[in-house]
Nanobody, 125 residues
Framework: VQLVESGGGLVQAGNSLKLSCAAS????????MGWFRQAPGKERECVAAISRTGGRTYYADSAKGRFTISRDNAKNTVYLQMNSLKPEDTAVYYCAADGPWIGNPVPDPREYDYWGQGTQVTVSS
């Protein structure tokens, strides 16, 4: 199984970024997918997660209204659109796969079976 994130970078506060995560080696539409982030000295946290069909989502309070998670099962890809970025969004962002799972997407990283290598997002003030 391979999860490959892309789309990170350096942006100014208030701007947007769209992260992508391409999955291979698994039956993608059997898995819930999550986006997590980890800043230096902090625990890894889930910012958003999406059910295997895309019909159910989870957002951390810090992401609600600014981030949108989506998936394209035909392309084996999950996305995270991040708008109105803040300096506190600076972190390494990881995608992860949980499954096979038919329930609601969950924010607990211990439930996720596969992880990408991460992509750095830096937001300057």
């Amino acid at each position: 199984v391979q999860l490959v994130e892309s789309g990170g970078g350096l942006v100014q506060a208030g701007n947007s970024l769209k992260l992508s995560c391409a999955a291979s080696g698994l039956t993608f539409n059997y898995y819930s997918m999550g986006w997590f982030r980890q800043a230096p000295g902090k625990e890894r946290e889930c910012v958003a997660a999406i059910s295997r069909t895309g019909g159910r989502t989870y957002y951390a309070d810090s992401a609600k209204g600014r981030f949108t998670i989506s998936r394209d099962n035909a392309k084996n890809t999950v996305y995270l659109q991040m708008n109105s970025l803040k300096p506190e969004d600076t972190a390494v962002y990881y995608c992860a796969a949980d499954g096979p799972w038919i329930g609601n997407p969950v924010p607990d990283p211990r439930e996720y079976d596969y992880w990408g290598q991460g992509t750095q997002v830096t937001v300057s003030s």
